[in-house]
């Protein structure tokens, strides 16, 4: 079993970020990369800015952040990160980017380095399948954000090896996390049930059967939901849940996973939530705002 000390994260956005953050308060030194090399100094400032949140709330001490933060080294060649021992896919959830990173990727990879994607939807067995080494490719879904979720889907492909799925289980729970298997259908566990509901809700507004404040309430009050769909699905970002109902519709070719025509609409418009300062709800003013 490869013996994990380093972890290279691909992709320096809001989940690698967390990932980076979550993976080097666990003890692990860490390469964050991204296509964007200006990315990594903001990248940081966010890790920075989210550990001091912890020390404030009394989740981690001051010195286990600053230890954190120093385990973390930017690197802007993918020659750099594949280095690593474990190195974790966070690239946007699109199946021919990822296919084409791994591309450039693998030729940098040691003959014993363990690959694993974030995908929250995507085949890992076709994933692995663009790879040189499928059974030492995994699933390894962190919930956003992930130093505050506790649990981490572990997604075996077809090829993936027993040493692999053992050595991902026992990384994701030396950083704190549970782990949950499951099998390589689209969308998982988690986000087969989530998404679908968000995107019922969705149709709920497109429908007229409620506002955005009236569909969030209800599921807030009524279903003990910590946060509304509406609200969630700003907060996971439009695009990505659409891309996740995408999967679902071609996967498994059922009109119960139809893509709601105002997500559609909301995507194709750039209002992608929290992250675009605009979705079901306007995040412009220090309180968000339904805009429907």
């Avoid at 059974?135 to 040493?163: Q, Y």
């Avoid at 990384?171 to 499951?182: H, Y």
């Avoid at 679902?248 to 418009?269: F, I, M, W």
């Amino acid at each position: 079993m490869t013996t994990i000390a380093t972890v290279a994260i691909i992709g320096a956005g809001q989940m690698g970020v967390g990932i980076a953050h979550a993976v080097a308060l666990g003890g692990y030194s860490v390469l964050l990369y991204d296509i964007d090399p200006a990315r990594l100094p903001l990248a940081l400032g966010e890790v920075a800015a989210n550990l001091a949140h912890q020390v404030g709330k009394g989740r981690t001490t001051r010195a286990q952040a600053d230890a954190a933060l120093a385990r973390i080294a930017p690197v802007e060649t993918l020659a750099e990160a594949g280095k690593a021992d474990l190195v974790i896919e966070v690239a946007v959830e699109d199946e021919a980017v990822k296919k084409a990173l791994y591309a450039q990727l693998v030729p940098h990879l040691g003959p014993d380095t363990l690959l694993a994607s974030n995908t929250s939807s995507i085949s890992i067995t076709r994933l692995a399948s663009a790879t040189d080494r499928p059974e030492r490719f995994i699933g390894l879904h962190f919930m956003k954000p992930a130093p505050v979720m506790g649990l981490v889907e572990i997604v075996r492909g077809i090829a993936t090896s027993a040493a692999t799925y053992d050595a991902a289980v026992a990384f994701a729970e030396s950083l704190g996390k549970t782990t949950t298997n499951a099998e390589d259908f689209p969308a998982f566990i988690v986000n087969r049930i989530l998404v679908p509901m968000m995107n019922e809700a969705i149709f709920t507004l497109y429908e007229g059967v409620g506002d955005v404040a009236s569909i969030d309430k209800a599921l807030k009050l009524g279903a003990n939901h910590p946060m509304g769909p509406l609200e969630l699905a700003d907060f996971m970002g439009l695009d990505v849940v659409l891309a996740i109902m995408n999967v679902l519709y071609d996967g498994l070719a059922d009109s119960k996973y139809r893509p709601c025509p105002l997500l559609v609409k909301y995507v194709e418009a750039g209002w992608l939530g929290r992250k675009s300062g605009r979705g079901f709800y306007d995040y412009s003013g220090p309180t968000p705002v339904p805009t429907r």
